[in-house]
């Protein structure tokens, strides 16, 4: 009977450590979920020899089984059919729709304390920094990550518009910088923009502060990073002398535009999955029931 | 153990395995772009007019407010905004306003090209890119149709005609 409610007892604090750490990559192994499903079964025959010898009553079993099998099912679930955690990048002020929650995320426009809104079918969530939050099957944290805020003017200092045509806002001054490119044996984060009124297109690549000191042509003394400008027709030639380096947050004319770039840390949620939350709580009041009432008996 | 026991346990099983997998199912439906914001609160930012004094959505509150993004160099909101005045003579006695909103721009800019087209509706300039980047504007221009009671009732990608933006009013506006 002690094997029993012990094999039992590690199969639920294996899915309740999914709850606790959701979106570890083992999760997923195949090994670690046929390890899941065979201590199950080891468990449930382990069962049915117990209720043959008598002396516990079937159902406190049944339940130990059940509440143990609907939490392998949860667990196993998670780690073959959900979506692999991903993180969800908005603009500041645009409203990203989540199809995983049935809802979306709604970045805010301020950098202070920023905090991201969850709307699913009206109901209303907060996710601020170092947040945690469930909903539905899926855990919500904020993380933070380095966007640029682009400042564009014409060679006489009129402001100009700024398009992302393919960025998560079409009409945002703020990158967010979602993919990589490779310079050096460094990845670093790399956007693109346009600017329609000029028939420009301007190139984007973020240094931090690290990748930035390997940099010989900065100041030494520059706090921030660095942010490579390159700018291009609308037809993606480049223009004569239109690429230039520059410390972050400084202005440069490059190709007609008066092009300057501030990296701020805004943002963004990591959705993982994690086992049904009622699943859950069904099984594991119906595995320390049963558990209880086995107990009660044997003494 | 009886076979009663048996099935009710299969068909927990079943159910918690239904359970499980629709919680990762994703949903089919999403609204994207100025529409998604129908039936929600009107955001309003504080910007400036084309004087450079403060001006914001939320100032026409109790008017039926339609909403235009746009920016000087997009043919299509040229194309657009003398129909946009037209729209906003004619529905003026009803409780309509037209306001545009220049996105991104110098106020010099979009005052002077608000000149040469003769329009006489407000327009607020928003150099942030606010407004745009909150009613999920996905091109210029962009048409967002308000409520009195400032809730969104519609929203529109792309140039409207005359004929379009009166369908989009009419039911809202009041007895002339």
New interface residues.
């Given amino acids: 009977m002690t094997g029993l409610l012990a094999g039992c007892v590690a199969i639920a604090i294996a899915v309740l450590l999914e709850l606790v750490w959701p979106g570890q990559a083992v999760y997923q192994y195949g090994w670690y979920n046929a390890l899941l499903a065979t201590a199950f079964v080891l468990c449930a025959v382990r069962a049915r020899a117990v ?1 043959r010898e008598g002396g516990v009553p ?1 159902l406190a079993l ?1 339940a130990l089984v ?1 509440g143990t ?2 939490l392998t ?2 667990g196993v ?2 780690g073959l ?3 692999d955690p991903h993180v969800v990048i908005g ?5 990203v ?1 989540v ?2 929650l ?1 809802g ?1 995320l709604s970045f805010p ?1 301020a950098t202070a304390d920023p905090v991201v809104r969850l709307d699913r079918n009206g109901s209303l969530t907060e996710i601020g920094a170092g947040g945690f939050h469930i909903a ?2 899926f855990a919500l944290s904020q993380v933070r990550r380095q966007v640029l805020a682009v400042d564009v ?1 014409d060679a006489r200092g ?5 398009t992302q045509p393919n960025g998560s ?5 703020v990158l967010t910088m979602p993919t990589q490119q490779n310079i050096a044996g460094m990845l670093l984060p790399f956007d693109t923009f346009a600017v ?2 000029a028939h420009r297109v301007v190139k984007v690549v973020l240094f931090d502060r690290r990748h930035a000191e390997m940099l010989k042509t900065l100041r030494s003394d520059s706090p921030g990073g660095a942010v490579l400008f390159s700018v291009s027709d609308e037809d993606d030639r480049a223009i004569p002398h239109g690429i230039a380096l520059v410390a972050d947050g400084t202005t440069v004319a490059l190709g007609g535009l008066r092009l300057k770039g501030l990296a701020i840390a805004y943002p963004a949620i990591r959705i993982a ?1 994690v ?2 939350p ?2 859950l709580v069904l099984g594991t009041l119906l595995l320390l029931g049963g558990a209880i009432w086995c107990r009660l008996r044997k003494l | 153990m009886n076979r009663r026991w048996i099935w009710l346990v299969v068909l927990f099983a079943v159910a918690l395995v239904a359970v499980v997998v629709i919680a990762y199912l994703p949903s089919g439906s999403s609204a994207n772009g100025p529409a998604a914001l129908v039936g929600q609160t009107a955001p309003s930012f504080p910007v400036v007019d084309l004087a450079g004094k403060p001006g914001a959505l939320a100032d026409y509150r109790g008017k039926i407010v339609v909403l235009n993004l746009w920016a000087s160099w997009c043919p299509p909101c040229r194309a657009e905004m003398p129909d946009l005045e037209r729209l906003s003579h004619a529905y003026v006695k009803r409780g309509v306003v037209v306001l545009g909103v220049d996105q991104g721009e110098a106020g010099t800019r979009a005052r002077d090209f608000a000149t040469s087209l003769g329009i006489t509706y407000p327009v607020l300039v928003d150099d942030a890119q606010q407004y745009g980047r909150v009613y999920a504007a996905l091109g210029l221009p962009t048409t967002i149709v308000i409520d009195a009671n400032g809730v969104v009732r519609a929203g529109f990608d792309g140039a409207l005609t005359f004929a379009q933006m009166s369908a989009a009013v009419e039911p809202l506006a009041g007895k002339s």
């Fill in positions: 209720a079937a049944l059940v099998g609907a099912i949860a679930a998670n059919f959900a979506p603009s500041p002020g645009a409203s729709r199809d995983d049935h979306s426009l539905a099957a003017a009129a402001h100009l518009t700024v806002a079409f009409l945002s001054p329609p009124a999955a086992p049904v009622l699943v």
